[in-house]
């Protein structure tokens, strides 16, 4: 792909994803224009909105998956996992309010399709810490991530973020052995 051609794929994406926190969504129209794009741009890059929607899931699933090396890199398994299991939770409050904006087919499309490298993620996350004997060895990504999804149905009020951070901690505590 050219490199303007990706430069407006990417804009478009991340136009879409903002669009996405507002209910309703705007047309396909509006978001060509928000991303400074014609339309026909935007529909040579996704024919529907139901493709739209489904390259910020693939984008935003593929950018979390992809920062746990670096986490596993810059800080403790402790501390990495925290920090990526706060990004998860802010993806899924962002997405929470997806239900107008899909159907129920594309909704399980989307789980189907991020649930496995989201779990594969939180495993490598908790393998570090386990291979540093700091978390317990029963506990696994799938359980973690089930334990979790209470994070992003806290409602966008005042005080989210510290009521968020002590209900991880909480969870956190119990994965040390």
């Known amino acids: ?18 669009a996405l ?9 509006a978001v060509a224009r928000a991303a400074g794009v014609g339309q026909g741009t935007l529909y040579r890059h996704f024919p529907t909105w139901d493709d739209l929607v489904l390259a910020v899931h693939r984008t935003d699933v593929g950018e ?8 596993l890199e810059t800080h403790s398994p402790r501390d990495a996992l925290r920090i990526w299991l706060g990004r ?44 540093d004997g700091l978390y317990r060895a029963d506990v696994t990504g799938e359980e973690l991530l089930l334990l979790v999804g209470f994070l992003w149905r806290l409602d966008l009020t005042e005080g989210r973020d510290e009521r968020s951070a002590r209900m ?7 994965l040390v052995r």
């Open 21 to 29: 926190e507002i209910e309703p969504p705007p047309t396909m129209a």
């Open 168 to 174: 991880l901690d909480v969870v956190l505590a119990g």
């Open 64 to 71: 979390l998956v992809d920062m746990v090396p670096e986490l």
């Open 1 to 18: 792909m050219r490199t303007d051609a990706l430069q407006n794929r990417e804009r478009l994406i991340d136009v879409a994803r903002q």
């Open 88 to 131: 998860l939770a802010e993806y899924g409050r962002i997405k929470k309010g997806l239900g107008s904006a899909i159907h129920s087919a594309m909704h399980e499309q989307l789980a189907g399709e991020g649930y496995a490298p989201v779990v594969g993620a939180i495993d490598a996350l908790l393998d570090a810490g386990k291979a």
